[in-house]
């Protein structure tokens, strides 16, 4: 069954800590992808990734870092020193170079709550 | 400028009824043109999708139209349903960066 999942579904933390969102993807997609959606101003590109060990920081990567040590996975740690992380984030990936229209295809998302 | 906007941000239509979602886009270098569905608590999905040489397209009960010149796309949903209830985001991708700018979102309601 293939797919992007995201683990966990709701993750709550408390100010000053820093978590971690998982991302596993078994589509075979080279780029990966987090966003951050907030109500009413639809999805932010926070990293992307076209090749394993090498990504660029997105619209707002302030207070976030990731890594992509393998094809497959892409974590995104959220740091004590982003201000206001209560969100719902979305993990992405797409096929890269082959195609010249990529469509991106979505996780389930984790929805965090500082608390 | 890479902002993409979209209008209106809620819409309720009754059932049967053809709701529009419009977007606007200033970015020349933008090539694709695809539109999302989000159900509550869920990632969103691919619904439908345009490139810029093609003025409508149709699949289903979904058609973008496209016009270029104005830059403006739009999604019209015919014969609209209760299961279409849900947000609809379009977006646009710059060819040179392969990311996606997202508009910010119709939160449709289709009434029984």
């Known amino acids: 069954d293939g797919g992007i999942t995201q683990s966990p579904k709701y993750l709550f933390r408390k100010e000053g800590q820093n978590v971690t969102l998982s991302c596993e993807q078994n589509l075979n997609h080279d780029a990966m992808y987090w966003y951050r959606q907030d109500p009413g101003q639809g999805l932010r590109l926070i990293y992307y990734?076209?090749?394993?060990?090498?990504?660029q920081k997105g619209d707002i990567a302030e207070g976030y870092s990731v890594s992509r040590e393998k094809k497959e996975s892409f974590p995104l740690t959220v740091t004590s020193a982003q201000k206001n992380p209560t969100a719902f984030y979305l993990c992405a990936s797409s096929i890269e170079g082959a195609l010249p229209y990529n469509e991106q295809f979505f996780g389930p998302g984790t929805r965090l709550t500082v608390l | 400028q890479q902002q993409v906007k979209q209008s209106p941000q809620s819409l309720i239509v009754q059932k049967g009824g053809i709701p529009i979602i419009n977007c606007a886009y200033e970015n020349t270098a933008f090539d694709y043109f695809p539109w999302y569905q989000q159900f509550p608590g869920k990632g969103p999905a691919l619904l439908i999708a345009i490139r810029p040489d093609v003025s409508e397209k149709k699949e289903g009960r979904f058609t973008i139209s496209f016009n270029k010149s104005a830059k403006q796309f739009s999604l019209h949903i015919m014969d609209s349903q209760p299961g279409d209830s849900a947000t609809y985001f379009c977006?646009?991708?710059?060819?040179?960066?392969?990311?996606?700018?997202f508009g910010s979102g119709t939160q449709l309601t289709v009434l029984p």
């Open positions: 977006a646009a991708r710059d060819g040179s960066a392969r990311q996606l700018t």
């Open positions: 990734s076209q090749i394993v060990n090498d990504f």
